[in-house]
Nanobody
Framework: QVQVVESGGGLVQAGGSLRLSCAAS????????MGWYRQAPGRQRELVAS???????YYTDSVKGRFTISRDNAKNTVYLQMNSLKPEDTAVYYC????????????????WGQGTQVTVSS
């Protein structure tokens, strides 16, 4: 019913930039929370940034001032602009969203994307 698909990952040198996109599609009634997470090898998945339907924004400390999350409600899409990238930003980046479908308008379910690899070389 609902798909969440990330794109925009790749290989970049330290100091460079990437823009990730996350598009939700399907039988969507409403989207509340959308977030970007990352998981590096041997480490737990961590929340990087999130944005609510009321535009309340969160960033983990390590990306503040470098990453910017934004959303396009008309396209059911959230973006993560990543600047001044560092080797420690290397990870698989995942997107999720708390989404209510047309058939269950009062219940929000969290859907995850498949992830996109971001590699920052030194």
């Amino acid at each position: 019913q609902v798909q969440v698909v990330e794109s925009g990952g790749g290989l970049v040198q330290a100091g460079g930039s990437l823009r990730l996109s996350c598009a939700a599609s399907g039988s969507i009634f409403s989207i509340n929370f959308m977030g970007w997470y990352r998981q590096a090898p041997g480490r737990q998945r961590e929340l990087v940034a999130s944005i609510t339907s009321g535009d309340s924004i969160y960033y983990t400390d390590s990306v503040k001032g470098r990453f910017t999350i934004s959303r396009d409600n008309a396209k059911n899409t959230v973006y993560l602009q990543m600047n001044s990238l560092k080797p420690e930003d290397t990870a698989v980046y995942y997107c999720n969203g708390a989404i209510a479908t047309m058939s269950m308008r009062t219940q929000y379910t969290v859907y995850w994307g498949q992830g996109t690899q971001v590699t920052v070389s030194s």
